[in-house]
């Protein structure tokens, strides 16, 4: 029997959960990016009917085709977060009144590991972006308009590019083509020393 979600149902969660802070933005971002990217292997037809409680054919096929444009940890990555958005999405629509998400800075501060009773981790209501899930910048897809981009129809991404440097790119249109995709790369390539 059909689930009856579509991949907008499920980024549209994902963009309420953050911009609500039912979860942390940089978590929701990282999740709407590996949503967009899994699903774009979906025709139009699949994107409305996704199986959320059986994604592992979803994700074979994400992995086969996108093989040469990640690598293996990514793919896993990619994987992993979308069980979880599909999970949390689940969780939600079940339950919404009692919805919630652990996350680090929250499991840490409840145990109160610090001796004054604080956690010695970033303080509940903030979230340290080295440490929260990060976007990749290649293969944004419509759907989300991600809190904190600059303006409608634009997304924000980051990618670390080695320990301790993450770059952001924001005004990224949600409608990014093939073509203005090649342009940027071109551009950032320019910017490499040596």
């Known amino acids: ?9 499920l980024l549209s969660f ?11 933005t940089a978590t929701a971002r990282a999740l709407a990016v590996a949503t967009r990217n899994v699903f ?46 599909a999970e949390l999405y689940l969780q939600w629509k ?3 009144a009692n919805f919630t998400v652990k996350t680090r800075a929250t499991t840490v501060s ?9 956690s010695a981790g970033a303080p509940p209501d903030r979230v ?4 929260a899930p990060t976007e990749s910048a290649a293969g944004g897809r419509p759907g989300l308009r991600a809190a904190g981009a600059s303006a409608p129809g634009t997304y924000e991404t980051s990618l670390p590019v080695r320990p301790g440097h993450v770059v952001t790119v924001t005004n990224v249109p949600l409608d990014l083509t093939e073509a203005e ?14």
């Not at 309420?16 to 942390?24: D, F, I, S, V």
């Not at 409840?110 to 604080?118: E, I, K, Q, T």
């Open 40 to 85: 774009a292997v979906l025709d139009e037809a699949e994107r409305h009917d996704i199986p959320l409680r059986d994604l592992d054919g979803v994700i074979k096929r994400f992995t086969t085709r996108r093989a040469r444009d990640f690598n293996p940890d990514s793919l896993k990555e990619y994987g992993r977060r979308v069980r979880r958005a």
């Open 110 to 118: 409840r145990r109160g590991d610090h001796p004054n009773g604080r």
């Open 1 to 9: 029997m059909p689930d009856g979600h579509t991949v907008d149902d």
């Open 128 to 131: 340290d972006p080295a440490a």
């Open 94 to 96: 079940d339950d919404p």
């Open 181 to 194: 995709a090649e342009r940027l790369a071109q551009f950032v390539r320019l910017l490499a020393a040596g």
């Open 14 to 24: 994902l963009e309420h959960a953050g911009e609500r802070g039912l979860m942390p």
